[in-house]
Every structure is written in C-alpha cells, then in structure tokens.
C-alpha cells in the first residue's frame, strides 16, 4: 500500500529524514518510535504533505501513485489521513460545516454523489459513538476551547468520517490522561481493518499497549535504525533509547 | 507639499467659487454660512494633515471631480430594478434617496411609528437641532456637506415607539455631465424608550465618477435601542466621505456596523458621544478590499459619563494595491469611571501589494477603568490552511473557509436575517469559494 523508499527531506535547509525505507501492508500497524528531534513527526508531515518540508532525494508511492506529487488535499482525497500532534484551533469554522465540506469534496475526488444534510447528520451520529465524543462539541468552532483530550478524540472522529486507507497517529498520545487514551485507542482498533493500515507514531510505548502494532521501527537521525515486532518496543520503554544511539554510533564506528 | 497645497486650493475653488453651495434654504442660511466660514479658515485637508496623512482624499477629488454640482434627480427611479432582490426580500419601510434628495413618493409611509420631514418642513426649534451633533469644525467635509445640502432628511421616532421591521435608507446615485457630487444629509431623532434598525445602502445606476459626502446626526435619546447596518458596495470610481455623529444618552443604546466592499476611496468618520451614564456604544467594520481600493475608518468614542460601555471591532481583509486605514480614538475623561472600553482591529493581508496602517489612540483620565485595545496584521494561518486540506478540502476552498470565518465575526453582529444573508452572500462571492 505505501512504499517508501530512500526518503531525504529536509526544513529550511536542515536535513531531517537522511534515507527512510519503509513498506506498509494492508491490515497492519506499523510503530514509528524514537528519542525527541530523530525525525517521526517530520516523517508524519512528509507523509501528509506538509509544505515547509522539502523532499530532497526518495521517492513514496501509495496505492501505485507518486503522492509526493499529490497536494495535501489530494493526498487526503486518496486516503492518507494525519491525526494532528497539534490539532488546529479554527474559530469561526463549525466543526460540522468543515467536516461536511471536506467529506463531500473527498467523494467528489471519487467520483460519488454528495451526501445531503440529513444522510450527513446521521453518519456524523453513528461515528461520534465510536469515540464518545459529545455532539455538543461539534455545534462548536473546530477545536476551539477544546481540552487536549477532546482535541485528540476530534482527530479519532474525523478519522472515522473520513474512513482512510492509510491513517498516521502523529504523537496521538501526547497530553492524554489513561481514559481518554483508552477512548482513542479504541476508536482506532474500531476502524481498523484488513483493507486498511495505520502508522502509530509515538515516544513512549503507553499507547502501544491499547494499539498493538505488528512493526515497531526506531528512528533515529532521521533513519530507521531497527526495526522488529511489538516486543522491541517493551524493551526501549524499559531501557530508554540510549542503548539504541550507543549501537548506532557503534556501528559507525 | 506645495502640490498638495495647490491642490487644496483648487478645491476650495471648486466648492466655494461654483454656485453648488448656494442653496434656497433661508432657515439654515446661517448655519450654511458659519459652515463656510469654518471651511475658508480650515480648508481641507493636505497630504501633511495628521487626521488625513494616509487618505489624501482632497488630492483625489480635486484630480478627478471637475463638476461640483449635485446630478439631476434620476428620472425613471420608480421602474428601476437594480438590486429589487435584495430591497424586496428585506421586509421593511423603505426611505429613497434619488441622487441625495429624498423622495417620499416612491417612499413607505411610517404607519404611526416614525415620520420623515424634509428639512425644509422642520419647525424653527427642529432647524436649530441640525449641525450641533456633526459641527462643521470637527471636520472639513462636515462643513462641506453642511454648505452643500440642498435638502434633507429627519427621521423622528417619537417616544416609546418600537420598530419591528427595519428602515431601509437606500441612496439612488447616478452622477453624468451635469453633476457628481452628492451632499446627502441625515437627522435622525430617537425618542425615550424607542427601537428601531436602520439599514443604509447605496445603489450605484452607472459607473461614473462620484463624490458622495454625506452627513448623519443621531440623537438617540434615554434607553432608546438603535442599530444601524451600513453597506458600502459601489464601483471603483466612487469616493466617499461619511461623517456619522451620535449623542448616545442615559441607558441608551447605538449599535453601528459598516461593511465596506466596493469603491474607489472610502472616509468613514464615526463619532460616538457617551453622554450619560449607563449607556452602550458599540462599533463593527468589516472590510474587504482588492484592486486599489482605499477605505479609512476613523472612529471617535468619548466616555463624558460614569459606567458606560463602548465595543469596538473592525476587521480587514486585503488583497492587489489596497489600502485600509483604522484609527480608533477612545477618550475616558476624568469623571467616567467605571468604563468598559474594547478596541480590535484585525486584518489579514493577502498580497505583498496590500497596506494596513492602524493606529488606536487611548486617552485615559479616569482610573478605574477597564480599557483594552489590540492591532493585528498578518497573512493567512498557514497552519490552519494545512489542517483543512490534510482533510481533503481544496486549497481555494480551505482559504475562502478561513477568510469567511473570519469576516463572520462582524457579519454575525447583524441582526435582520435577510440582510445578513445577503451580506453574507457578498462575502462568499468576494471570498471566491463555494463550499
């Protein structure tokens, strides 16, 4: 489903991702671990399209297609979503209104008929159940005032709308009490399915435990040092990353 | 400077030599000559003059206006249907203006609610009222406009009267060969315990170049409760000046908003007299401004009295060679304690081209008071913008969203649903998205 390969991006001339392969299947869950600055949210931006970030050398392919080539909203369209570190405070923007508009206009992209204001309302209605997300909350500016952990849930909601082929959590774990990250991680697992794939992209194991991931992947100077399965990640919640830097510096040497 | 200078002088010349300014008016004969004595003394405004450094308006009518005489009334008015949609889905008493001379004929009779006069029916007690909110010294196209009019309006809404539909002041302007200046004068008089909303608008018929410089007094008398929607929606060749006065009394209320989408160059002057305590004045503008438009929006709020309260908020979006301009002046004098006074300015620019000059201007002698005031100039969130499109929104639509989320703050300050549809409808267009 997604390929990457060789993938050099850097920010304002700073390199950040010095070569990342990484190959993604249906169904599975893929961890992108690794110390504070090695790379994992640039690589979500990538990813999503972010445009500060330049892509130097590498190439992504997703479902066939060069999505580097595509525009955020394209790439979207296609069915990469990102679930935002930071999701965005827009006032004056209803979260219906936005969810409704970016909706239509991703079934526009495929070719399907828009859905009118009640077929809307009640996907909207079967969706906010998954994550227990308050409707009251969503007759509200997007995100505005929102807690950390309604945020978040935002994320898990629109994620549900929008059902993605390919969904990267950045950092979805941040901020969140063990209540609300236990609301998120299931409202993932809900969606989760063999037709789709979801990057977890994360510091610290806690999330892992809710949202078992079939890879973990360590990143670190904006490489994939090691990858391995769900025990990998046990052991760097135990040991920290240091032993991981010492092995990668061990080996330059 | 001496350009400007010249320049003054050629309009000085223009007004005050031309027969514009003689008017068979004989109960305001003195207050048209005192008005002329403040202009000869005052001239108008230079590029150097600090109330007008960045609108030099003076410059641009003495370029362009060559005939200072008002135009002929439109003949005709009555079978004109520019803009029917908007005026017939407003259900309202409307008041028309044909090239700043109202006609009552094609006008709504009050039913027992309010009355119009024409300045020339006024009594002498009534005469004496005109030009005392809006003095001729507060500024030189005040006192223009006071030399000029050649009629006028006053709108009187007796004690206790409570307007459900709006008023709907709708200026017809077609300016031709004859004449493109236009002196539209305004009084109106809002009893004890009144409520009326009063809708202005201006309907071009051509795109000839027209000085339009009108004048408004408001007396908005005890727990009188007045709002009042402005929409200046012209063509590129229009310039305006607005100088909008009020004396807001005990308990009483004065809400104005003023939506500025089209002209050539725009003055708004708005003055609010907190005259007594526990009243509320507040003051919205939106702009939205391309090619080279200009707009200046001046405001004045004086807090004379104890425990009152003024709301400001203005808000710009600026794209090509335009320009906008804010001054907000809040005066707390030493006896008005208990103010509450809030100024925003925001404005989001949206070419390399576009220039906002702000400026707020706090003049605090009372000290327990609340005052707050901020400025904000800046581009588009671009955060945001990644957000929606991360979401499969298109980059047009995403920004047409952020741009109309931020307009709709003032927007929502509207409070008669058709008319804020409309405006609304204007926005989406001007914002370019359908979404």
New interface residues.
């Given amino acids: 489903m997604l390929s990457v390969k060789n993938l050099h991006a850097s920010v304002e001339g700073t390199a950040i991702l010095n070569g990342i392969n990484l190959e993604i299947k249906p169904g599975e869950v893929h961890a992108i671990m690794g110390p504070n600055g090695s790379g994992k949210s640039t690589l979500a931006s990538v990813l999503a399209g972010r445009e500060e970030y330049e892509v130097t050398a590498g190439e992504v392919t997703f479902k066939g297609k060069d999505l580097l080539e595509l525009s955020p909203e394209d790439r979207a369209r296609e069915g990469v979503f990102l679930a935002f570190q930071y999701p965005v405070e827009i006032p004056g923007v209803s979260s219906t209104n936005f969810l409704r508009t970016a909706v239509n206009q991703v079934r526009e992209y495929r070719g399907q008929e828009p859905l009118d204001a009640v077929k809307f309302l009640s996907l909207m209605k079967e969706k906010m159940k998954l994550v227990e997300i308050d409707q009251k909350l969503l007759s509200r500016a997007l995100n505005e005032g929102f807690s950390g952990g309604e945020k978040k849930k935002n994320e898990i909601f629109q994620m549900a709308v929008l059902e993605p082929t390919l969904s990267i959590l950045d950092e979805t774990d941040s901020g969140l009490d063990i209540d609300a990250l236990k609301v998120v991680a299931h409202g993932v697992n809900q969606l989760k399915s063999k037709d789709n794939a979801t990057i977890v992209v994360t510091h610290y194991q806690r999330l892992l435990d809710y949202i078992v991931p079939d890879y973990v992947h360590v990143l670190f100077n904006g490489q994939i040092v090691k990858s391995g399965t769900k025990e990998l990640a046990l052991e760097l919640e135990e040991k920290g990353y240091d032993w991981i830097k010492d092995e990668v510096s061990g080996t330059a040497v | 400077m001496t350009l400007s200078l010249k320049k003054d002088h050629k309009l000085l010349d223009l007004f005050l030599k031309s027969e514009s300014v003689k008017t068979d008016l004989p109960a305001f004969s003195d207050l048209k000559a005192e008005s002329r004595l403040v202009l000869e003394k005052a001239g108008f405004p230079v590029a150097k003059s600090e109330e007008y450094k960045y609108t030099n308006i003076s410059k641009k009518i003495a370029d362009t206006i060559e005939n200072p005489y008002a135009p002929y009334p439109i003949s005709g008015l009555e079978k004109v249907e520019i803009q029917k949609e908007l005026i017939q889905s407003i259900d309202g008493y409307r008041i028309i203006i044909n090239n700043g001379t109202p006609d009552f004929n094609l006008s709504d009779a009050g039913d027992g609610l309010f009355d119009v006069d024409y300045f020339t029916d006024l009594d002498p007690s009534e005469v004496k009222e005109i030009g005392k909110i809006e003095k001729s010294e507060k500024d030189p196209f005040s006192a223009l406009n006071t030399l000029s009019f050649t009629q006028g309006i006053k709108i009187n809404i007796p004690e206790g009267s409570v307007i459900k539909k709006p008023l709907l002041l709708v200026n017809y302007v077609k300016a031709d060969e004859n004449g493109s200046c236009i002196h539209p004068r305004v009084f109106i008089k809002a009893g004890k315990n009144s409520q009326a909303t009063i809708i202005e608008l201006s309907i071009y018929l051509n795109e000839e170049t027209v000085f339009v410089n009108s004048v408004s007094e408001w007396d908005v008398a005890q727990n009188a409760h007045i709002r009042h929607y402005k929409l200046q929606d012209g063509h590129k060749h229009t310039l305006e000046v607005h100088n909008t006065g009020a004396n807001v009394h005990r308990d009483a209320n004065l809400t104005s908003v003023v939506m500025s989408l089209e002209a050539g160059m725009i003055r708004n002057n708005l003055s609010l007299n907190l005259n007594a305590s526990n009243c509320e004045g507040n003051m919205y503008g939106l702009y939205l401004l391309n090619g080279k438009t200009h707009v200046d929006n001046h405001t004045n709020v004086d807090h004379t009295q104890p425990h009152c309260q003024s709301n400001e908020l203005y808000k710009g979006i600026l794209t090509d060679h335009s320009r906008g301009v804010f001054n907000g002046k809040i005066f707390v004098r030493q006896i008005a304690q208990k103010t509450n006074a809030f100024q925003q300015n925001n404005n989001i620019l949206l070419s390399e081209d576009a220039t906002v000059n702000t400026k707020p201007q706090l003049e605090i002698w009372a000290d327990d008071v609340k005052c707050s005031h901020g400025c904000t100039t800046g581009q588009l969130?671009e955060?945001?913008l990644?957000?929606?499109?991360?979401?499969?929104?298109?980059?047009e639509?995403?920004r047409a969203?952020?741009l109309?989320?931020?307009a709709?703050?003032v927007l929502d300050k509207i409070s008669v649903a058709p008319f804020k549809k409309y405006c609304e409808k204007l926005v989406h267009e001007r914002l370019g998205g359908s979404?």
């Fill in positions: 969130d955060e945001a990644f957000y929606l499109r991360a979401r499969g929104i298109g980059k639509s995403a969203l952020l109309y989320a931020f709709g703050e979404y």
